[in-house]
């Protein structure tokens, strides 16, 4: 299956931070330890990169209702059934398995893409590059936080760092300081 999707800079985002080093296993521990959709950690980044505003319970409701079914009955189960083509199955060849599974990775990613370009239909402000760096990783974070604070997440020490993994691959030329005590407030909320 081939399908031709629209270019769409939300999904040129997402390959770009999902790509650096240590953010995917950052985005899966996460993911597994808080049942979250790492598509809407990346919406939320790319607005705030994008110097759009913070969004509203609103904005986040109307994510969401895309990413319930979508990500839950869709991605997910797909997800499940990569993962399980791991193991050994006496009766079906381990070529097989890999082959069968690497095309479910192939239709798991065009479902996060769709997911994304869904999201991205959503948006209905236009970006802001005139916004320093810092402001835009306030609004990233403050985003961040709506959701999180929606999933009413407990985070451990492990969680600030891979979103601080997250960010640092979001915004490679911040100052470091900028980082720290951005990641101290969040930490804080």
């Known amino acids: 299956?081939?399908?031709?999707?629209?270019?769409?800079?939300?999904?040129?985002?997402s390959l770009q931070v999902y790509g650096q080093n240590g953010v995917p296993s950052a985005c899966i521990a996460l993911q597994e330890r808080h049942t979250l959709d790492v598509n809407i950690i990346l919406l939320s980044l790319w607005l705030g990169y994008s110097g759009r505003p913070v969004i509203d319970q609103t904005f986040l409701e109307r994510v969401l209702d895309v990413s319930t079914r979508w990500n839950k009955e869709v991605v997910c189960k797909i997800r499940s059934a990569r993962v399980v083509l791991k193991e050994k199955f006496s009766?079906?060849?381990?070529?097989?398995?890999?082959?069968?599974?690497q095309g479910l990775l192939a239709l798991e990613i065009d479902c996060e893409h769709s997911e994304l370009l869904a999201f991205a239909s959503i948006v209905d402000t236009?970006?802001?590059?005139?916004?320093?760096?810092?402001?835009?990783?306030?609004?990233?974070?403050?985003?961040?936080?709506?959701?999180?604070?929606?999933l009413n997440i407990d985070f451990g020490v492990n969680d600030f760092t891979y979103i601080e993994l997250i960010i640092s691959a979001t915004f490679p030329d911040l100052?470091?300081?900028i980082l720290k005590t951005s990641m101290e407030s969040f930490a804080a909320l």
């Open 91 to 101: 009766s079906i060849p381990l070529e097989r398995c890999e082959t069968l599974r």
């Open 175 to 177: 100052e470091k300081e």
């Open 126 to 150: 236009d970006p802001n590059t005139d916004l320093g760096e810092p402001l835009k990783l306030a609004i990233c974070l403050a985003n961040l936080s709506l959701y999180f604070n929606h």
């Open 1 to 13: 299956m081939n399908i031709n999707f629209e270019k769409h800079p939300l999904w040129d985002f």
